[in-house]
C-alpha cells in the first residue's frame, strides 16, 4: 500500500500550470510505499468500531497483536532496505559485477516512452495520482492511479534498464492543488532527475553475443569512408594505419555498438531480486534515502513496542476471561 508525508526538506521545482486547473500549485513532500502504513490507520478504526459494539476486552486485545504483528514485519523490511543502502557499494554500469549492486546516474527515457502527468501535465517515467474530497479528518480518498514505464539510469560509463514497477520507489517531487473541496496530488519522476537505484543487475548474454557480430560490421561500415576512417584514427598522421591503430578503431567500433544497444534499453538490467532482498528507485541522495528508511525503521519500532506495552497492561487489567 501507499503513503505520504510531507517534509519541510522536500526538494522544489517550477513546473507547468496544470492543464484545465485553476489555482497554483505547490510542490513538496516525499513518496514512499509502506507495506504496513494503511494498517495503523485500519487497526484504531477496527478497534473503536468493535467496541463500540461488542463492548469487550477481546476487540482491543486483538486490535493491539494485530498492530504487532504488522510494525515488526514493516520493522523487519524497513531495516533491510535501511542495511541495503548503507552496506552495497556504488557501481558502475559499465563495471558492475553481475549481481547485487548500486548504481547512481540520471534519468533517460527508454526510446520514446514517457508519462504525461496528470496534474502537471509533464513528462515523467513513474507518478502517483490521487483525489481527495473534503478537507483535515473528513478528507477522504475519491480516485488513485500508479503509472510507471521502463527507464534508463545512464551513468558516465553507460546505461542501465530499470522497471520501477514493482520497486519500492522513494521520490521527493510532488504536486499539489485545491478546486474547492477536492485536493489533487502528484508525485513523479522525470527524465534528467537524478536516480538512486539498488537491485539485482544482469547484462544479457545473447545481447552481448550480438554485439561481438555487429561490431566488424561497423568497422567495415566505417572503412566505406577512408579518408574519414583514417582521420579518426591515424593518430600520427603518416597515411598508414599500425596495428595499434587498428586495434584502436576495432575497440571504438565495439564500445560504438554496445552504446547504440544500451541506447535502445541497455544489454545491461536492473530488476527485483530473486531472494527478496531490496529493490529501491529513488530521487533522493543516497545519504537521504538510508535516512529515510530509518526514519520509517524507528516508527515501526516505536508502534510495535506501545502495542506491546498496551497489550501487556490492558491483559494485566482487564483479566479477559
Given at each position: 500500500?501507499?503513503?505520504?508525508?510531507?517534509?519541510?526538506?522536500?526538494?522544489?521545482?517550477?513546473?507547468?500550470?496544470?492543464?484545465?486547473?485553476?489555482?497554483s500549485?505547490?510542490?513538496?513532500g516525499?513518496?514512499s510505499?509502506?507495506?504496513?502504513?494503511?494498517?495503523?490507520?485500519?487497526?484504531?478504526?477496527?478497534?473503536l468500531?468493535?467496541?463500540?459494539?461488542?463492548?469487550?476486552?477481546?476487540?482491543?486485545?486483538?486490535?493491539?497483536?494485530?498492530?504487532?504483528?504488522v510494525?515488526?514485519?514493516?520493522?523487519?523490511?524497513?531495516?533491510?532496505?535501511?542495511?541495503?543502502?548503507?552496506?552495497?557499494?556504488?557501481?558502475k554500469?559499465?563495471?558492475?559485477a553481475?549481481g547485487?549492486?548500486?548504481?547512481?546516474g540520471t534519468?533517460?527515457?527508454?526510446?520514446?516512452?514517457?508519462?504525461?502527468?496528470?496534474?502537471?501535465q509533464?513528462?515523467?517515467?513513474?507518478?502517483?495520482?490521487?483525489?481527495?474530497e473534503?478537507?483535515?479528518?473528513?478528507?477522504?480518498?475519491i480516485?488513485?492511479?500508479t503509472?510507471?514505464?521502463?527507464?534508463?539510469?545512464?551513468?558516465e560509463?553507460?546505461?542501465?534498464?530499470?522497471?520501477?514497477?514493482?520497486?519500492?520507489?522513494?521520490?521527493?517531487l510532488?504536486?499539489?492543488?485545491?478546486?474547492?473541496?477536492?485536493?489533487y496530488?502528484?508525485?513523479?519522476?522525470?527524465?534528467?532527475?537524478?536516480?538512486?537505484?539498488?537491485g539485482?543487475?544482469?547484462?544479457?548474454?545473447?545481447?552481448?553475443?550480438?554485439?561481438?557480430?555487429?561490431?566488424?560490421?561497423?568497422?567495415?561500415?566505417w572503412?566505406?569512408?577512408p579518408?574519414?576512417?583514417?582521420?579518426?584514427?591515424?593518430t600520427?598522421r603518416?597515411?598508414?594505419?599500425?596495428r595499434?591503430?587498428?586495434?584502436?578503431?576495432?575497440?571504438?567500433?565495439?564500445?560504438?555498438?554496445?552504446?547504440?544497444?544500451?541506447?535502445?534499453?541497455?544489454?545491461?538490467?536492473?530488476?527485483?531480486?530473486?531472494?527478496?532482498?531490496?529493490?529501491?528507485?529513488?530521487?533522493?541522495?543516497?545519504?537521504?534515502?538510508?535516512?529515510?528508511?530509518?526514519?520509517m525503521?524507528?516508527?515501526?519500532?516505536?508502534?510495535?513496542?506501545?502495542?506491546?506495552?498496551?497489550?501487556?497492561?490492558?491483559?494485566?487489567?482487564?483479566?479477559?476471561?
Open positions: 500500500m501507499m503513503s505520504a508525508s510531507p517534509t519541510p526538506d522536500a526538494r522544489t521545482r517550477d513546473d507547468p500550470a496544470p492543464a484545465r486547473a485553476e489555482g500549485v505547490t510542490q513538496q516525499e513518496f510505499r509502506s507495506s504496513g502504513s494503511f494498517l495503523y490507520f485500519f487497526v484504531p478504526g477496527y478497534a468500531i468493535g467496541w463500540s459494539i461488542f463492548r469487550s476486552p477481546w476487540v482491543l486485545i486483538t486490535a493491539a497483536a494485530i498492530a504487532m504483528a510494525a515488526f514485519y514493516s520493522w523487519l523490511q524497513s531495516f533491510g532496505l535501511k542495511r541495503a543502502v548503507l552496506d552495497v557499494p556504488t557501481s554500469v559499465r563495471s558492475a553481475q547485487y549492486v548500486e548504481l547512481h534519468i533517460e527515457p527508454f526510446g520514446n516512452r514517457t508519462l504525461v502527468g496528470p496534474l502537471t509533464a513528462p515523467c517515467v513513474w507518478y502517483v495520482y490521487g483525489v481527495t473534503g478537507r483535515g479528518k473528513k478528507e477522504t480518498n480516485d488513485g492511479k503509472e510507471g514505464v521502463p527507464f534508463l539510469l545512464r551513468d560509463t553507460g546505461t542501465c534498464l530499470i522497471d520501477p514497477g514493482d520497486a519500492c520507489v522513494v521520490c521527493d510532488v504536486a499539489q492543488r485545491r478546486s474547492g473541496s477536492r485536493g496530488v502528484e508525485w513523479s519522476i522525470r527524465p534528467g532527475d537524478s536516480v538512486y537505484a539498488i539485482l543487475f544482469r547484462s544479457s548474454s545473447v545481447e552481448q553475443q550480438t554485439v561481438v557480430e555487429e561490431a566488424p560490421a561497423q568497422l567495415r561500415a572503412l566505406r569512408d579518408k574519414a576512417f583514417f582521420a579518426r584514427f591515424d600520427n603518416d597515411g598508414k594505419m599500425s595499434a591503430e587498428l586495434d584502436a578503431a576495432s575497440e571504438a567500433a565495439r564500445l560504438e555498438t554496445i552504446e547504440r544497444y544500451t541506447a535502445q534499453g541497455g544489454s545491461h538490467r536492473l530488476a527485483r531480486p530473486d531472494d527478496n532482498r531490496p529493490y529501491v528507485v529513488a530521487t533522493l541522495p543516497h545519504d537521504q534515502v538510508a535516512g529515510y528508511f530509518g526514519g525503521n524507528l516508527i515501526h519500532l516505536g508502534v510495535f513496542l506501545a502495542s506491546a506495552v498496551f497489550l501487556i497492561v490492558y491483559w494485566a487489567w482487564a483479566k479477559p476471561g
